[in-house]
């Protein structure tokens, strides 16, 4: 099982395509981090990570050094542009996830990413300081902007390189998309079916996945089971490629 914990809703950047910058910008308490490792089994791989800049919390490496302590891996997906100190990362990650969309200024500055230069200056010190590079993997949204630059690049330095659509869940979708198209349902969730994901939000908030982001209509993960299983889309699940496997969306 894989665990992941939203650790802050800020970010220096404002991403088109992130639901976290339509959402109250705030920082996890102390206590509720505390509270949701307990619930976690040592030897876990556990990202903080969820709709935030993970490095803008102020007690970022305190969390590292608590998974650390309790017998877990740390992982996160960061920007790159707060990486201060490569050596402490490098110590602490055996593997740390970089977000890079493009390799043009412009585009990078249109769709929200208002620094790449920071960027591409925190991954060239998390390469040197981190080896073998296939302990960095690089996480790419493919809105429609050309992704080849970007795999060359992965390529060439041995960085990991994975590339994840934009979403076509109503969560997202209402922030973006010009078109979506779901065609038709399976009512089938791998995270339902086969459990390998918990996914704890900037409320403690525990979730099969992480593309809940209204949880209003929320009940919990035996609820969505219940009622995929009736052949029914729950309403926190409506528009998720999970179900709607056929699901594109047109955005760029």
Same mark, same amino acid.
């Given at each position: 099982m894989? !665990?992941q914990?939203?650790v802050? &809703?800020?970010?220096?950047?404002?991403?088109?395509y992130?639901a976290?910058? $339509?959402?109250?910008?705030? $920082?996890?308490?102390?206590?509720?981090?505390?509270?949701?490792l307990g619930?976690? /089994?040592?030897?876990? &791989?556990?990202?903080?990570q #969820?709709?935030g800049?993970?490095?803008?919390?102020?007690?970022?490496?305190?969390?590292?050094?608590?998974l650390?302590?309790? #017998?877990m891996?740390?992982?996160?997906?960061?920007?790159g542009?707060l990486?201060?100190?490569?050596?402490?990362?490098?110590?602490?990650?055996?593997?740390?996830g970089?977000s890079?969309?493009?390799?043009? /200024?412009?585009?990078s500055?249109? &769709?929200?990413?208002?620094?790449?230069?920071?960027?591409?200056?925190?991954?060239?010190?998390l %390469?040197?300081a981190?080896?073998?590079?296939?302990?960095?993997?690089? %996480?790419?949204?493919?809105f429609?902007q050309?992704?080849e630059?970007?795999?060359?690049?992965?390529?060439t330095?041995g960085?990991?390189?994975i590339?994840?659509p934009?979403q /076509?869940?109503?969560? !997202?979708?209402?922030?973006?998309?010009n078109?979506?198209?779901? #065609?038709?349902?399976?009512?089938r969730?791998?995270?339902?079916e086969?459990p390998?994901?918990?996914?704890?939000?900037i409320?403690?908030?525990?979730m099969?996945?992480f593309?809940? *982001?209204?949880t209003g %209509?929320?009940?919990?993960?035996?609820a969505?089971a219940?009622?995929? *299983?009736?052949?029914?889309?729950?309403? &926190?699940?409506? #528009?998720?490629r999970?179900?709607? /496997?056929e699901?594109?969306?047109?955005?760029w």
């Open positions: 894989f !665990y914990i939203e802050t &809703t800020r970010c220096n950047f404002e991403c088109f992130c976290g910058r $339509n959402m109250a910008q705030r $920082n996890m308490e102390w206590a509720l981090f505390q509270s949701i619930r976690i /089994p040592a030897g876990s &791989t556990v990202s903080l #969820g709709e800049e993970p490095f803008l919390h102020p007690r970022f490496w305190d969390m590292v050094e608590a650390r302590a309790a #017998g891996v740390p992982y996160t997906i960061t920007n542009t990486v201060d100190d490569p050596a402490r990362v490098a110590a602490c990650f055996p593997v740390i970089v890079l969309d493009t390799l043009d /200024p412009e585009l500055k249109q &769709t929200g990413r208002l620094s790449l230069e920071r960027v591409l200056e925190g991954l060239a010190r %390469h040197q981190m080896q073998p590079a296939a302990r960095i993997v690089l %996480h790419t949204v493919d429609g050309p992704l630059p970007v795999r060359d690049h992965a390529r330095q960085f990991r390189h590339v994840q934009l /076509p869940k109503d969560d !997202y979708a209402r922030y973006y998309a078109e979506v198209s779901l #065609g038709p349902c399976s009512y969730c791998r995270y339902i086969q390998s994901l918990r996914y704890y939000n409320e403690g908030l525990e099969p996945c593309c809940i *982001k209204q %209509h929320y009940r919990g993960i035996e969505i219940a009622e995929l *299983k009736a052949q029914r889309v729950p309403a &926190t699940c409506r #528009g998720c999970e179900i709607y /496997p699901a594109r969306v047109r955005s």
